[in-house]
């Protein structure tokens, strides 16, 4: 599975931005695909998905009502429109598709990952 994103980039507090996500297959749906993040000397954590085990999508405490998580099936592409943006958003974001589409987005479990899009907030 090859993930390919795109979207990030350098932007002041408050702005916006919306990072996509495309799978080069069709065997693992955009549904079972989640977005993490890492900032420097942090470990990586779970940003949004759309499906989560206990149901309905999956938004980090620190992005809720800021961050949407969508997708199109069509195209098999996943996108993270982010509202509001703050400093402490800033990381490398990846995209990562789970084989499995368990739906608890563990960083440390195993996923297929993208090559990651860098997103700065000044």
């Known amino acids: 599975v090859q993930l390919v994103e795109s979207g990030g980039g350098s932007v002041q507090a408050g702005a916006s931005l919306r990072l996509s996500c495309e799978a080069s297959t069709y065997a693992i749906t955009s549904t079972c695909i989640g977005w993490f993040r890492q900032a420097p000397g942090k470990e990586r954590e779970a940003v949004a998905a759309s499906f989560r085990v206990s149901g309905g999508p999956y938004y980090a405490d620190s992005v809720k009502d800021r961050f949407t998580v969508s997708q199109d099936k069509a195209t098999n592409t996943v996108f993270l429109q982010m509202n509001s943006l703050k400093p402490e958003d800033t990381g490398m974001y990846y995209c990562?598709?789970?084989?499995?589409?368990?739906?608890?987005?563990?960083?440390?479990?195993?996923?297929?990952w993208g090559q990651g899009t860098q997103v700065t907030v000044s």
């Open positions: 990562a598709a789970d084989s499995w589409c368990r739906g608890t987005w563990n960083p440390r479990d195993t996923y297929h």
